[in-house]
């Protein structure tokens, strides 16, 4: 009999246990105290369990760099989207060696270009597209981005200078100046959008290299006296298409420290050389009044039968 008790009330145990997991967590204080209360006595407390301090959250490990790295980007992917720019010949004008890897965007609204985009055609012209915003995203992202540096120039400054060029073949500013300095081979892909003030897109020079996070560039940074500093430019894309940790630990603020660095070098190696042109000359000025000095002498002393006393003592 007590086999067949124990055994009853260990199964009526387990019964009990199951239903109360399956209870909903807000619904189990009650029973809880239902069940309690019928074995306490009147006017005793129930104190109800705390609940558990929530667990404290991992501390993020520190990240360092100025433009800062995406660690799963370490090799560019195989997509077979991605853009193969064709074999060309060498330019022969300035204006077709500027627009090698230069690609007009017109925002449209609505629909988009064909995708994948494919070069079908080899001329002095820039790559002309048009398409959605959302188009615009997907092709630097999937057909350039993985294999080549991009530069997304939302203010059209590229695409006015490429105007400019065909307009004047001996325009000379400081963006064609660096940007044809720069290897065809290692030039980033530029993607210059001629309508970007009408659409969300921000007025500003975005660079895209795989690898590491967008960064975005204000050009008033690359601004001397309201004009495009060549030195500033020059900089910035040395170490946008140079070493990794270069590019990293790029800023604004170091590429202004670096200019004043180098403005102050070049003043005081100009200062020098203008002293020591001044000393040069000075002493060309007294070796030539010695000269003068002996030479006057020397007829002195024809004329009057005297002899050089420093001729005769060197005799």
């Known amino acids: 009999m007590e086999v067949f008790f124990f055994g009853f009330a260990s199964a009526l145990a387990l019964v009990a246990i199951a239903v109360y997991r399956v209870v909903p967590v807000e619904q189990r204080d009650a029973i809880q105290q239902f069940l309690?209360?019928?074995f306490l006595k009147p006017g005793t407390e129930i104190v109800a369990a705390p609940p558990p301090p929530p667990p404290t959250p991992a501390r993020p490990p520190v990240r360092y760099g100025n433009i800062l790295p995406i660690e799963a980007e370490t090799d560019p992917s195989d997509s077979p989207d991605i853009f193969e720019f064709p074999e060309t010949y060498e330019p022969s004008l300035p204006y077709e060696d500027f627009n090698r890897r230069l690609i007009i965007f017109d925002i449209a609204l609505g629909g988009g270009a064909p995708y994948p985009l494919y070069s079908t055609r080899i001329s002095d012209e820039p790559i002309r597209i048009s398409g959605s915003q959302d188009y615009l995203r997907r092709l630097i992202k999937e057909q350039f981005r993985p294999t080549y540096a991009v530069l997304l120039d939302a203010t059209g400054l590229f695409a006015a200078t490429s105007a400019r060029l065909e307009w004047d073949p001996l325009f000379f500013s400081p963006i064609t100046q660096v940007l044809l300095a720069i290897p065809e081979a290692h030039r980033p892909v530029v993607v210059s959008v001629t309508n970007a003030a009408q659409h969300s897109l921000?007025?500003?020079l975005t660079f895209i290299?795989?690898?590491f996070e967008d960064y975005q560039f204000d050009t008033k940074f690359l601004s001397d006296r309201g004009r495009l500093n060549a030195m500033s430019l020059a900089l910035l894309f040395d170490r946008f298409l140079g070493a990794a940790d270069k590019w990293m630990w790029f800023s604004r603020a170091r590429l202004q420290h670096e200019i004043v660095s180098r403005d102050r070098a070049s003043s005081a190696l100009a200062?020098?050389?203008r002293e020591d042109a001044e000393r040069e000359q000075?002493?060309?000025?007294?070796?030539?009044?010695n000269r003068e000095q002996d030479d006057?002498?020397?007829t002195f002393a024809e004329l009057f039968g005297v002899t050089n006393p420093a001729r005769g003592a060197a005799a």
């Open 296 to 298: 006057s002498y020397e």
């Open 209 to 211: 290299r795989y690898g």
């Open 271 to 273: 200062q020098q050389l």
């Open 202 to 204: 921000k007025q500003q």
């Open 282 to 289: 000075r002493e060309a000025l007294r070796l030539q009044e």
């Open 36 to 38: 309690l209360g019928r």
